[in-house]
């Protein structure tokens, strides 16, 4: 098929979590024999921090004005199958009236932030990316989170045929390998500062942190405050660039996960970095979420926590359960959650989709997970 798409970025990874997930999809799509165009608005913070020009079957469209790619986003139109618009596409509204009035066979809304979307609606904000008339005109809405995040979309933003695409690993890039000195630690965590996980942050991170001096901690991500309280065994790394994340996780003796506040309460809505992690076979220590247990098994392939004091017994863990543990997730990684997986699903949605859509009077339900088309 030719896939053409309208997203926020997949040039840069810096400060947002759709990068890397659109990196890995699309690999796996064009390994499949698929051709994408993605158009990215060239925005100037995603400019000076690229960390990626070029990716082998991906037409990658920077431009500064919507104008300035309308002949060329409606010409890529004309002979493509599937057309995608996705959350916080800055020019989402505009790519919404031009691919739902074309001829595309399947014209699909992806929501990799389906929690903040449904949040911010249900309190009557303006969700600058969505349509006011909502997401009934599109053929198919795709969702980062499962659950009842799916249904919800379907009676409150009036989507017809809903389905969940999760994040990936990709196994060519996640994967172990060797330590590197800059990032060696007992502990480390890798993510953008967000006002809505500093809370368990500061539970699970900063407070083992004071409580083992002498261990060495980093944080790697962008955007935290001056007045993030550091401690003197916390070592700060403002940007470390994909291709560094598997030496960064390799490097730790454990590294933490936390999921947003939106993400946890709705449930099945795992961070894409959570498979990174385990696919570069680091044990994780993350919080509890509904639906976790849906992408790994708790205490055989991840280590959970709720407190400080559980984070104390995890670091200091036996090397052989450590390791017992980072093996087991890396193995349902590579089983359950890589990009060739994730696209064999979409492949799979849309045959469904394509299947049942003149026989369907009501929804085909999927499992709890929130797979299959509602």
């Known amino acids: 098929m030719k896939i053409v798409i309208f997203g926020l970025t997949i040039s840069s990874s810096w400060g947002n979590g759709h990068a890397t997930i659109w990196r890995g999809l699309c690999r796996a799509l064009v390994k499949r024999g698929h051709k994408i165009t993605f158009f990215e608005k060239d925005v100037p913070y995603y400019a000076s921090n690229r960390d990626l020009t070029e990716l082998p079957g991906v037409d990658l469209v920077l431009y500064d004005d919507w104008e300035d790619i309308l002949s060329k986003a409606s010409t890529e139109l004309i002979d493509a199958e599937v057309a995608m618009v996705t959350s916080y596409c800055p020019d989402s509204i505009k790519a919404s ?15 990799l932030d ?48 809903t389905a969940a695409l999760y994040g990936s690993a990709d196994p060519s890039t996640h994967k172990p390998v060797d330590k590197v000195e800059e990032y060696m630690c007992d502990f480390s965590y890798l993510g953008t500062y967000a006002l809505d996980r500093q809370a368990l942050l500061e539970r699970l991170f900063i407070e083992p942190a004071r409580l083992f001096p002498e261990k060495r901690f980093i944080i790697g991500g962008s955007m935290y405050p001056q007045d993030f309280p550091w401690t ?133 339900v999927g499992n709890n997970s929130g797979s299959g088309l509602r």
């Open 232 to 364: 003197n065994n916390i070592w700060y790394l403002a940007h470390i660039a994909p291709p560094r994340h598997p030496a960064f996780y390799c490097s730790s003796d454990f590294t933490l996960n936390i999921t947003r506040g939106a993400m946890a309460e709705m449930g099945y809505c795992p961070s894409g970095r959570l498979f990174e992690a385990a696919a570069c076979g680091v044990p994780i220590i993350s919080d509890s979420w509904t639906g976790l247990d849906y992408f790994f098994e708790p205490g055989k392939e991840i280590i959970i926590v709720e407190n400080s004091s559980d984070v104390i017994d995890a670091l200091n863990m036996s090397k052989e359960k450590r390791k017992k543990i980072s093996e087991s997730a890396r193995e349902r990684v590579l089983k359950d959650h890589i990009g060739e997986k994730r696209a064999i699903e979409f492949e799979t949605i849309l045959d469904e989709y394509y299947s049942n859509r003149k026989l369907r009077s009501e929804n085909y």
């Open 114 to 161: 389906t929690p903040v979307t449904l949040k911010d609606l249900s309190l009557g904000k303006n969700v600058p990316y969505i349509m006011k008339e909502g997401l009934g005109e599109f053929d198919l809405v795709l969702s980062y989170t499962g659950g009842i995040a799916l249904d919800l979309l379907r009676s409150n933003l009036g989507a017809r045929y």
């Open 97 to 111: 009236d031009l691919v739902l009035a074309s001829h595309v066979q399947f014209r699909i809304f992806y929501d």
